[in-house]
């Protein structure tokens, strides 16, 4: 049973983004994101026009005319949401942490799945993978899913994008559309990445901050690791420690960025500071337009 308050925000949610969900991502999410394959449908008579490889050789020595196999695009998807849990993940300079925006991000994408009739199934992990639900449909089963992403509360503050991964391929049996949600502050996660995405479809949706890109010149700091708990004292009024930092932020964006474009990962970024909203229209148009 989800608690009155739990479900208020999972409304609120659904009522912020039921416009993007019904106007976008009902005609986009459908283009861009392609079924199993074709299946079956029927056998008709052949008619002048019909590709010939398509006859049903079968039915046709059967009835002494030719008949062709009608197949359809297998529509069903399986959409799994892969969302980093680790400590990182609380921390925002804005308006909200990345793990809230992760999670109304992840949302949506459910809530549109399910508008699609597809299922949606979660894994949250930390440096294991800590929740597993299957997929499935149903608007209770989503709002579980949501319910889940909102309000776990992980045992781990560490990240293993390695590890969450081969969970995910080990469970996940059929192609599925993975959204692999982190701020990717991680290591070693190429291999397991290319794998993933060779027997699934899989996105990266990077989340950040502001403050991840450029030190505020405010003095004495002290700042602690979320994952592992290490406190520094930064003197962040030196212009040679705010320009390292800054250094440091553009090299681990451009290792990332690296890596997605040597795995063939497809790739949005979602700010604290800004609307995803704008970063989903921006991923499905530059899909749709590679898949004209």
């Given at each position: 049973m989800i608690p009155s308050e739990v479900m208020q925000q999972i409304r609120r949610i659904q009522i912020r983004t039921r416009r993007m969900v019904n106007e976008i991502l009902?005609?986009?999410?459908?283009?861009?994101?392609?079924?199993?394959?074709?299946?079956?449908?029927?056998?008709?008579?052949?008619?002048?026009?019909?590709?010939?490889?398509?006859?049903?050789?079968?039915?046709?020595?059967r009835t002494g005319h030719p008949h062709v196999k009608l197949l359809v695009e297998e529509r069903e998807l399986t959409v799994m949401l892969m969302v980093d849990a680790s400590g990182s993940g609380r921390f925002g300079s804005v308006s909200r942490f990345k793990n809230a925006l992760a999670a109304e991000l992840c949302?949506?994408?459910?809530?549109?799945?399910?508008?699609?009739?597809?299922?949606?199934?979660?894994?949250?992990?930390?440096?294991?993978?800590?929740?597993?639900?299957?997929?499935?449909?149903?608007?209770?089963?989503?709002?579980?899913?949501?319910?889940?992403?909102?309000?776990?509360?992980?045992?781990?503050?560490?990240?293993?994008?390695?590890?969450?991964?081969h969970y995910m391929?080990?469970?996940?049996?059929?192609?599925?559309?993975?959204?692999?949600?982190?701020?990717?502050?991680?290591?070693?996660?190429?291999?397991?990445?290319?794998?993933?995405?060779?027997?699934?479809?899989?996105?990266?949706?990077?989340?950040?901050?502001?403050?991840?890109?450029?030190l505020p010149d405010v003095g004495l700091v002290s700042v602690r690791d979320a994952e592992s708990g290490k406190e520094t004292l930064v003197n962040t009024s030196d212009p040679e420690i705010r320009k390292a930092y800054a250094a440091e932020a553009r090299r681990r964006v451009q290792q990332r960025e690296e890596i997605f474009r040597r795995t063939r990962v497809d790739a949005m970024q979602v700010r604290t500071d800004g609307s995803y909203i704008d970063e989903i229209y921006r991923f499905f148009r530059m899909r749709e337009r590679r898949l004209a």
């Open positions: 009902a005609g986009q999410y459908e283009s861009v994101f392609k079924g199993q394959g074709m299946e079956f449908k029927e056998v008709r008579e052949y008619v002048p026009g019909d590709d010939v490889r398509s006859i049903d050789w079968n039915v046709t020595a949302a949506v994408l459910a809530f549109s799945a399910i508008k699609n009739n597809d299922k949606v199934g979660l894994i949250i992990f930390t440096g294991d993978v800590e929740l597993y639900v299957p997929p499935s449909k149903g608007s209770k089963h989503v709002l579980r899913v949501v319910r889940d992403i909102l309000y776990f509360e992980p045992k781990g503050t560490g990240t293993s994008i390695p590890a969450a991964l391929n080990n469970v996940t049996k059929r192609r599925a559309v993975v959204f692999l949600v982190s701020d990717f502050m991680a290591n070693d996660y190429e291999l397991a990445l290319r794998i993933a995405n060779r027997r699934h479809d899989v996105v990266a949706v990077v989340v950040t901050d502001p403050r991840e890109e450029h």
